[in-house]
């Protein structure tokens, strides 16, 4: 079962309350992630700090697979059990009364997951689109994110998560945000999200994240996604998903 952030999952009873309770309803957004920590701990950060675009239009998450095993968590797997998840969400929001073309808060599923050096991305982002999948993707990992909060970064990885890791642990005043007095963390530590890595009381720490990752993104000339070093779209999960204008 999902994990729930936020409140209960969108099942009613049929007829929802009518159109004004339905208008007022939080939209459901169901999250498959590949990492098992960080990307849930930094949904729960901004769900948490982050000010929604519209004021009155808010979201309830789910963590679709907190319990899933490694194996479970590749993309086309992700893509395959987010499709399961949102067939049955979408009857239940039928069922409450809410239609898909006209209501803001018709639930969306969606799936976070790197290149890494997995297989079958081309054919999990095609399986998602078909199927009306969100997909947020960075490559080379979810670490280009993060540290595009902290700084532009524009070369290539290599298709290697561990640089864009070690490039993150290494910027000035990462390893404090796990203590005042902590100068280095390992890898494995900071898979731990901070608040402090990605806040900024104006929200200009987001705002800069997204624009430099639109910059890179605009870079990306193959139709082949494996090829796309550096990118991530993380920015579009936060807004089109969870409905939030910054952080």
Request: hydrophobic residues 30%; glycine residues 10%; proline residues 4%.
């Amino acid at each position: 079962m999902a994990r729930t952030r936020g409140g209960d999952g969108i099942s009613r009873r049929k007829g929802g309350g009518g159109a004004k309770g339905r208008a007022a309803r939080a939209r459901q957004v169901y999250i498959f992630t590949e990492g098992e920590v960080t990307e849930p701990e930094y949904i729960d950060i901004i769900m948490k700090n982050g000010t929604p675009a519209k004021p009155g239009e808010t979201v309830q998450h789910h963590i679709g697979n907190p319990n899933a095993e490694g194996k479970l968590r590749k993309p086309l797997r992700l893509v395959q059990e987010a499709v399961r998840t949102l067939r049955k969400v979408e009857r239940e929001a039928s069922d409450a009364g809410l239609k898909r073309d006209k209501d803001w808060n018709w639930p969306q599923v969606w799936v976070l997951f790197d290149r890494d050096d997995h297989l079958g991305i081309p054919e999990a982002r095609r399986l998602a689109d078909k199927e009306g999948i969100g997909v947020a993707y960075s490559h080379p990992c979810f670490e280009l994110w993060r540290l595009l909060h902290r700084t532009n970064y524009t070369s290539s990885f290599g298709g290697v998560c561990g640089d864009a890791n070690s490039r993150l642990r290494s910027g000035a005043g990462f390893a404090a945000t796990y203590g005042r007095n902590v100068r280095s963390v390992t890898e494995q530590q900071s898979k731990h999200m901070r608040e402090e890595q990605v806040l900024s009381p104006d929200g200009s720490r987001y705002r800069e994240a997204k624009k430099y990752a639109l910059a890179i993104n605009r870079r990306s000339e193959s139709a082949n996604p494996n090829d796309w070093d550096p990118y991530t779209d993380v920015w579009s999960f936060v807004e089109e998903g969870l409905l939030l204008s910054h952080y």
